[in-house]
């Protein structure tokens, strides 16, 4: 609990820091944005629509490169995945306390994702239009919290993680 309180005020401080401007750059497939670099936060953002139609798996690592920093992924921005049709696999680290609104939206293949016991933020309509999604894992210990993240006629779907 006290981990995630810190890395929520670290985000919450990264995001107030982040007036110093957003800088974008694809690696690995994946579209990223520094949220901030005195913190060394980073976002996946949107995907560019002629990676969005193809991308079947994304493996999200905890920490990205770039220009010689090093950033922490603590953010699936809003609609970052929205629109992958054939998207099937997501692997989140640890480390992601936040999915933005729309992040999964409309992505007709996913069937299930487990999300990180860090996440303590879900975005509006994070999961909508997703109707082969039957299982959304957490933590045990973390499924109750996490389901009042979700709408109401998703609540269902989260069930505690093997």
Not at 106 to 135: N, Q, R
Request: net charge positive; glycine share 6%.
């Amino acid at each position: 609990m006290k981990r995630q309180l810190v890395s929520l005020l670290l985000l919450c401080i990264a995001l107030c820091a982040g007036a110093e401007g957003y800088e974008s750059f694809t690696k690995d497939g994946l579209r990223y944005s520094i949220i901030s670099s005195r913190y060394r936060v980073a976002s996946i953002e949107a995907q560019e629509q002629q990676e969005s139609v193809v991308l079947r798996k994304a493996i999200i690592p905890k920490k990205i490169w770039h220009k010689g920093r090093r950033y922490k992924v603590m953010i699936i921005g809003d609609g970052a995945f929205g629109g992958c049709w054939q998207l099937k696999h997501v692997e989140l680290p640890a480390c992601v306390t936040t999915i933005g609104k729309g992040a999964f939206a409309w992505c007709i293949s996913l069937e299930e994702i487990t999300l990180p016991a860090s996440v303590c933020v879900i975005g509006s309509d994070a999961f909508s239009s997703c109707p082969e999604l039957k299982s959304i894992y957490v933590p045990k210990e973390h499924v109750e919290r996490v389901q009042q993240l979700m709408p109401k006629e998703l609540r269902y779907l989260v069930k505690p993680e093997n």
